[in-house]
């Protein structure tokens, strides 16, 4: 069974970068179909980002469209989100989410079609 492990959350001012990295054990995922999450207190988990297993496609939400890039490393078994110009906004628990369908599903925005998930990382943005 997959593992997933999240990283690189923190705390960072408004217009700031930082870079989430998924970490898989357990089982190789580079023919897994990525996501990112993001869950923010009192609302439900909300599609970020996906990539497909060649990292040929990816989707983005469009509240971070041209601001966020998800990338993978299947060398590494890892896939990244490299989040840019920081909102408040964007503030919440940030997952990163597996499906065993390279290319993915038609649901891909619902939380209830991935698999596997990481136990998330705190991404909080300042004003």
């Known amino acids: 069974q997959a593992q997933l492990e999240e990283s690189g959350g923190g705390l960072v001012q408004a217009g700031g970068s930082l870079r989430l990295s998924c970490a898989a054990a357990?089982?190789?995922?580079?023919?897994?179909?990525m996501a990112w999450f993001r869950q923010a207190p009192g609302k439900e988990r909300e599609f970020v980002a996906s990539?497909?297993?060649?990292?040929?496609?990816?989707l983005y939400a469009d509240s971070v469209k041209g601001r966020f890039t998800i990338s993978r490393d299947n060398a590494n078994n890892t896939v990244l989100l490299k989040m840019n110009s920081l909102k408040p906004e964007d503030t919440a628990v940030y997952y990163c989410?597996?499906?065993?369908?390279?290319?993915?599903?038609?649901?891909?925005?619902?939380?209830?079609?991935?698999?596997?998930w990481g136990q998330g990382t705190q991404v909080t943005v300042s004003s």
């Open positions: 990539i497909n297993w060649s990292g040929g496609s990816t």
């Open positions: 989410a597996a499906n065993p369908f390279p290319n993915g599903v038609s649901n891909y925005l619902r939380p209830s079609s991935y698999n596997y």
């Open positions: 357990g089982r190789i995922i580079s023919r897994y179909f």
